[in-house]
C-alpha cells in the first residue's frame, strides 16, 4: 500500500465535483467560507472536528483546501 498523499489539479477536483465518494472540505474560517468557496465543499475547521464530520470509509478521496494565512 502507498502511504503517499496524492495531489489533484484543479481540473481534477472539477471533474469529480458530485461524484459519489468524493468529498472536498474548505479549511478556510466560516467568514470566508460564507462569501466564497468551491462548489459543495463542506466547511471544516483543521483544529476543531469530530471524526464523525469524515466519511468513515477510509477508501474515500477526501480533499482539502485552504486560501492560506490570513
Known amino acids: 500500500m502507498d502511504d503517499a498523499i496524492a495531489e ?3 481540473a481534477e477536483v472539477a471533474a469529480r465535483l ?4 468524493f468529498h472536498v472540505y474548505d479549511n ?3 467568514g470566508r467560507w460564507k462569501r466564497s468557496h ?3 465543499a463542506t466547511n ?4 476543531q472536528f469530530e471524526a ?3 466519511p468513515a470509509d477510509k ?7 485552504c486560501s492560506g494565512p490570513g
Open 8 to 10: 489533484l489539479t484543479v
Open 59 to 65: 477508501t474515500e478521496t477526501l480533499v482539502f483546501y
Open 18 to 21: 458530485g461524484q459519489p465518494r
Open 38 to 40: 468551491v462548489p459543495g
Open 28 to 30: 478556510n474560517g466560516s
Open 44 to 47: 471544516l475547521n483543521p483544529h
Open 52 to 54: 464523525s464530520a469524515l
